[in-house]
């Protein structure tokens, strides 16, 4: 038995004090609903791989009110994991040094915000197309 | 002393990590959107959208296979390696279990992926 009881500075919450490391959790935690849909869709094609009966189970599930629910959930989660990813790229990719400069951050965060807006848009288009 | 030094393997999973990071800021919010909201509730998009003929000819397709993989791999790598990241700051001391879960799972839903797709045949 050991007698010796050290103080362990207690760290329960810790993130919770600080509105900075807050919003880190927030961000990490979108990590959640990426897993949670990637499951869907795995689940998803898992069905698609039994043929016409177990996929039109699969899809007809998508339209239960709580699955819905989640959707939405998971849309606004993973718009701000789209959000956050670019806005910390400045700090997380090497310094981009364009005619002897620094390119700014803002230009960095702006232009894959335009990128992720123009990819959305153009994966809409060719979705709407291969249904037509 | 060991003579030779031991490779991370960080690196791996850190590309994988932003690869899926990449994929889901780029593509993620639409795809929920046209498969979780848009199609289920009958709206934006043709009724027939994710029609079992619709979507097998796509899963069929070379380039929808490498596609479905592709988002549904690499989404499982991204939050997995973010899941296991953040174990630490909510208290929990992350070990060899830990990191087995999250990469395992990930590399099990990757192995389903792949095995459905094959499956499903060209």
Request: proline share 5%.
């Amino acid at each position: 038995m050991n007698k010796r009881r050290p103080y362990v500075r207690p760290m329960d919450g810790w993130w919770r004090r600080n509105p900075f490391f807050v919003e880190y959790m927030i961000h990490e935690g979108t990590a959640l609903f990426v897993a949670a849909y990637a499951g869907i869709l795995l689940n998803g094609l898992l069905h698609l791989s039994r043929g016409e009966a177990a996929w039109n189970v699969w899809l007809e599930g998508l339209k239960n009110p709580l699955y819905i629910a989640f959707h939405v959930l998971a849309l606004v989660a993973i718009s701000y994991h789209t959000y956050t990813w670019f806005k910390i790229m400045p700090r997380t990719m090497p310094p981009v040094i364009v005619g002897g400069k620094r390119l700014p951050d803002g230009a960095i965060t702006g232009g894959g915000l335009a990128v992720a807006a123009a990819a959305s848009l153009v994966l809409l288009l060719a979705v709407w197309g291969m249904a037509r | 002393m060991k003579r030779t030094l031991k490779r991370s393997n960080a690196p791996i999973f850190w590309a994988l990590f932003g690869a899926g990071g990449m994929l889901s800021a780029l593509l993620g919010p639409m795809l929920v959107l046209i498969t979780g909201i848009a199609v289920p509730l009958g709206l934006l998009l043709p009724a027939d959208t994710m029609s079992y003929a619709n979507m097998l000819a796509f899963s069929q397709n070379v380039i929808g296979k490498g596609f479905i993989l592709a988002i549904i791999a690499l989404f499982l790598w991204h939050a997995a390696h973010r899941i296991f990241h953040s174990l630490h700051d909510i208290g929990i001391h992350a070990g060899i279990g830990a990191k087995l879960l999250c990469y395992g799972g990930a590399m099990l839903g990757t192995l389903f992926a792949a095995y459905s797709l094959l499956a499903i045949g060209f």
